[in-house]
């Protein structure tokens, strides 16, 4: 069974940092390419970034708002993605989840970021 | 102009059938894409439900029942989500999804509502 669990998530002030984590477990993560997206509290989902399988470059594409603030890695070795949020603004208030392939046929449970001096 | 337009609500009855329009921004061929489709509920994350690109390129989710399917209006340049059978359960937020240009790009959403 698929399983992507978030964590990380938390209350920070206007220009600070985080670093989000989403474990993987039950497919092969190493081939998988991962996605991040985002969903501020009553709005509609946000797709906010992805990396590819280390096979297909291992390399991040991101979305407009959040490029040049954020970081996606991975670490095959542990089924772990990560996104890293920089110079965070009020905007980037939301539930985060990471979600798997092209498809995003699976979503973990999301992670709560709240940005507010 | 948003790259896709869905309607925000859309209400039917038990047993009828609902049909979800998704709307891709003039300049965007919706005969080239392949559109996915999730629903959500409150409180959970999007779940998926199948992706329509034609009738020879498309895919049910696991465990996705056979009521929901896809298609596309070429006239209209939209995608649909068709729901049959509706059941209170269907009740939750619909959002459609396409890649375009290298980026994920969600719909609004719907709320649909049955009663």
């Known amino acids: 069974e698929v399983q992507l669990v978030e964590s990380g998530g938390g209350l920070v002030k206007p220009g600070g940092s985080l670093r989000l984590s989403c474990a993987a477990s039950?497919?092969?993560?190493?081939?998988?390419?991962m996605n991040w997206v985002r969903q501020a509290p009553g709005k509609g989902l946000e797709w906010v970034g992805r990396?590819?399988?280390?096979?297909?470059?291992?390399?991040?594409d991101y979305a407009a708002p959040v490029e040049g603030r954020s970081i996606i890695s991975r670490d095959d070795s542990k089924n772990m993605l990560y996104l890293q949020l920089n110079s965070l603004k009020t905007e980037d208030t939301a539930v985060y989840y990471c979600?798997?392939?092209?498809?995003?046929?699976?979503w973990g449970q999301g992670t709560l970021v709240t940005v507010s001096s | 102009q948003a790259v896709l337009t869905q309607p925000s609500s859309l209400s039917a009855s038990p047993g009828a059938s609902a049909s979800l329009t998704c709307t891709l921004r003039?300049?965007?061929?919706?005969?080239?894409?392949?559109i996915y489709w999730y629903q959500q509920k409150p409180g959970s994350p999007p779940q998926y439900l199948l992706r329509?690109?034609?009738?020879?390129?498309?895919?049910?989710g696991s465990g996705v029942p056979s009521r929901f399917s896809g298609s596309k209006d070429a006239s209209a340049n939209a995608g649909i989500l068709l729901i049959s059978g509706l059941q209170s359960e269907d009740e939750a937020d619909y959002y459609c999804m396409i890649w375009h240009s290298s980026a994920s790009v969600f719909g609004g959403g719907t709320k649909l509502t049955v009663l």
């Open positions: 039950g497919f092969t993560f190493i081939n998988a390419w």
């Open positions: 329509y690109k034609s009738d020879s390129d498309k895919q049910q």
């Open positions: 003039s300049g965007i061929n919706v005969g080239i894409y392949r």
């Open positions: 979600a798997t392939d092209d498809s995003h046929d699976h």
């Open positions: 990396i590819r399988s280390k096979a297909n470059g291992g390399t991040a």
